[in-house]
């Protein structure tokens, strides 16, 4: 199943900060793209950034038609989630979400999405009835539909982080260890 993230309604005087956020998630819960309605180099040199240093094939393609793009995946064959407070609970619609055995869009929005949406998705999902935020909702949607396999796997190439209980301790590429304090 691939999974691509469309990030709907960006402000780039407002949003820099959890647009990027949403990228951050999409790329560590296993997503492999995100579309950004929109173009914003703050959003764009950080999220390559993080790609470079960490490793992993997630990219991010800007100035989108978030309309486009959802007919386009639909006519291709994949299905469309579009995650919104006013949705079907997520634990109602899960099982069927992961059994569709089809490519996944995953629509988060800003501050409001056109109707048009909500008409388009083959899923509107609400993660939990109440509002709080894109990138919470994509979060715990994404670790719902891979069952927290996720969160075990590797990036190719990159900066490694070896878990542990206290301290920090990071692979660079070369594969030698060493502690790293400034490294977040
Ligand atoms: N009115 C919005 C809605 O439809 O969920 C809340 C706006 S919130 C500032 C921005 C985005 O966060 C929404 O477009 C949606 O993608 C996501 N979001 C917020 N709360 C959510 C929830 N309970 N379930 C799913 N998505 C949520």
């Not at 959003?43 to 992993?56: H, I, K, T």
């Not at 993660?127 to 927290?148: I, K, T």
Request: charged content about 30%; proline content about 4%; some cysteine.
């Amino acid at each position: 199943m691939r999974v691509v993230v469309l990030r709907i309604g960006h402000r780039p005087e407002r949003d820099k900060r959890i647009t990027t956020h949403v990228g951050l998630v999409a790329r560590a819960f296993g997503a492999e793209e995100m579309l950004l309605g929109g173009r914003d180099s703050h959003v764009e040199e950080s999220l390559v950034d993080v790609a470079e240093r960490w490793g992993g094939s997630f990219r991010l393609k800007s100035d989108v038609s978030w309309k486009g793009e959802t007919v386009r995946w639909k006519e291709a064959g994949g299905k469309v989630v579009h995650l919104t407070m006013y949705g079907s609970n997520l634990p109602d619609v899960i099982d069927e979400i992961s059994n569709c055995d089809c490519d996944l869009l995953v629509a988060v929005g800003g501050e409001k999405v056109p109707s048009e949406m909500y008409d388009l998705s083959d899923w509107n999902v609400a993660v939990g009835n109440q509002p709080h935020s894109e990138v919470a909702a994509l979060a715990v949607f994404l670790d719902r539909l891979f069952l927290g396999r996720e969160l075990v796997g590797q990036f190719e190439g990159g900066l490694k982080i070896v878990p542990q209980a206290r301290g920090k301790q990071v692979l660079y590429p070369e594969y030698s260890p060493r502690n790293e304090d400034e490294e977040q």
